[in-house]
């Protein structure tokens, strides 16, 4: 299989293969590399695989977008296509469908949520968010990813020396305003607008990320052709941890699209 290819466009981009088109997007403190692997495989067996740079990480730093806005570049960037994204990347795919159905053509979740109903409580986490803002621009991206990733949510998640070292390449300036303005407490809820969503959804979430379990399992059932997968033995970041099994649900699912 040939190389990587740049994708041109705002978000910094990289393509691979060719076929119908899937659009990786990444979560907080990654980059589009870690969806390499999956997204490598899968255009190794007849799809094109685009993954991007959101804004505040990698190539993509200085880019200052919400997640609405975003949502606009990512789509007008990429165009058509089954969208696949992880946690804050699952959240940004979740807006380019409700705010650009017609370029979606399916919707591939891995810890994903809607956005927060309550008012208060999306306040309080907005709050929270601010705090760990000030956070890594007060400690740096080093100490700040070492304290991310010792949370509960990532028990078990072990990275290698390429994965830390990727993390490693954003900025703390980038990390802190991509959390003021597309954290999960700077968004509005979508929980009322996913019935709107007319293309197939595939939600999956670890085994132990129970929370995002409940989540995962309430997005397949509001959407009108939804479906949701656990994945054994796994925490939030299901696609690290069995990165095989993500791909088997991915390939299933994909072959049952009508494209």
């Given at each position: 299989m040939s190389e990587w290819r740049r994708f041109t466009g705002e978000l910094a981009g990289w393509t691979l293969g060719h076929g119908p088109r899937l659009v990786f997007v990444h979560g907080f403190t990654q980059t589009g590399s870690s969806w390499k692997p999956i997204a490598a495989h899968l255009a190794a067996n007849g799809y094109e695989s685009?993954?991007?740079?959101?804004?505040?990480?990698?190539?993509?730093?200085?880019v200052r977008t919400d997640l609405a806005a975003t949502a606009g570049l990512l789509t007008s960037q990429?165009?058509?296509?089954?969208?696949?994204?992880?946690?804050?990347?699952a959240r940004l795919c979740l807006h380019a469908a409700v705010l650009h159905p017609q370029l979606v053509r399916g919707l591939g979740l891995v810890g994903a949520s809607p956005g927060i109903a309550d008012d208060t409580e999306r306040a309080a986490r907005r709050e929270a968010d601010e705090k760990l803002a000030d956070k890594v621009e007060r400690i740096g991206v080093e100490a700040f990813l070492d304290d991310w990733l010792a949370q509960p949510l990532f028990a078990g998640l072990r990275l290698?020396?390429?994965?830390?070292?990727?993390?490693?390449?954003?900025?703390?300036?980038?990390?802190a305003t991509s959390l003021r303005l597309a954290g999960t407490g700077a968004q509005d809820s979508l929980w009322s607008r996913l019935g709107e969503l007319g293309m197939p959804v595939l939600a999956m979430a670890g085994e132990h990320d129970e929370k995002y379990v409940e989540i995962g399992r309430r997005i397949g059932a509001s959407?009108?052709?939804g479906r949701f997968e656990e994945i054994a033995g796994a925490g939030h970041a299901a696609h690290l941890q069995d990165p095989d099994r993500v791909i088997a649900l991915l390939r299933s699912w994909l072959n049952d699209l009508n494209w």
């Open positions: 685009i993954v991007v740079d959101q804004p505040g990480h990698g190539e993509s730093s200085e990429c165009g058509r296509g089954v969208y696949i994204g992880y946690s804050l990347g290698d020396d390429q994965q830390r070292a990727d993390r490693l390449r954003n900025s703390a300036n980038g990390l959407v009108p052709d």
